[in-house]
């Protein structure tokens, strides 16, 4: 069966720190992956989502980059963080030729 | 990129009471899907509707798309307090990305 693993589940960095979030899926290959931001109890901005290795399509230009360097792994990153990159970041996964998500459990950062 | 508008955004009621989750959108969608998410996880998948008019049931849940393509509705029969939760819809938009509503926080009261 397929797996999404996400971590950290928490993190709390200070603004201007770098930034790097790790998302693995196990199960499958050649996955679509995504990385998603939820403000507190509301709805989920796309951030990045790619459709194989090296290939990464960013929906909104912000503060993040995002990095697939391998086929079920998708990196989120940021240089130095902000304030407003606080937030739960939510990691997905699909097949290419399905629409329905699997999310990882997500990791909560607050930057201070 | 194409909005759907969910409400009412804050609902609680009390056990055993019905209620109607709404999902609309001036867009056309090819699927929609309903999510549910606790507070600290991840979304799960409820329900994808693929065709105009469908309606899915899930023991007390029952899914409806609109006839357009644009709007769907979630309506719960007899709630639970084990149906609290964060509701989202979410339409396909392409190259199997969604766009998802900013969800309908769900409180039944025992």
């Known amino acids: 069966s397929q797996t999404i693993h996400q971590w950290p589940a928490t993190l709390v960095q200070p603004v201007g720190s770098p930034l790097s979030l790790e998302c693995t899926v196990e199960g499958t290959s050649n996955p679509n992956l995504y990385w998603y931001r939820q403000a507190a109890g509301r709805g989920l901005q796309l951030l990045f989502y790619?459709?194989?290795?090296?290939?990464i399509s960013s929906e909104v230009p912000q503060n993040l980059s995002a990095s697939r360097p391998q086929d079920r792994q998708f990196i989120l990153s940021s240089k130095k963080l902000l304030l407003s990159d606080s937030g739960f970041y939510l990691c997905?996964?699909?097949?290419?030729?399905?629409?329905?998500?699997?999310f990882g459990s997500g990791t909560r950062l607050t930057v201070v | 990129t194409q909005l759907l508008e969910q409400s009412p955004q804050f609902l609680s009621i009390q056990e055993g009471e019905n209620l109607t989750v709404y999902c609309n959108s001036s867009?056309?969608?090819?699927?929609l899907q309903w999510y549910r998410q606790e507070p600290g996880e991840g979304p799960v998948l409820l329900v994808t509707?693929?065709?105009?008019?469908e309606v899915k049931k899930l023991k007390r849940l029952t899914f409806q798309f609109g006839d357009a393509r644009k709007d769907s509705s979630l309506h719960i029969t007899a709630a639970q307090p084990g149906d609290t939760g964060l509701y989202l819809c979410a339409g396909e938009e392409g190259a199997q990305k969604l766009v998802f509503g900013q969800g309908t926080r769900l409180t039944i009261n025992p």
């Open positions: 997905a996964w699909t097949w290419s030729r399905a629409v329905s998500y699997t």
């Open positions: 867009s056309v969608f090819s699927s």
């Open positions: 509707v693929v065709t105009g008019g």
């Open positions: 790619s459709v194989g290795i090296g290939q």
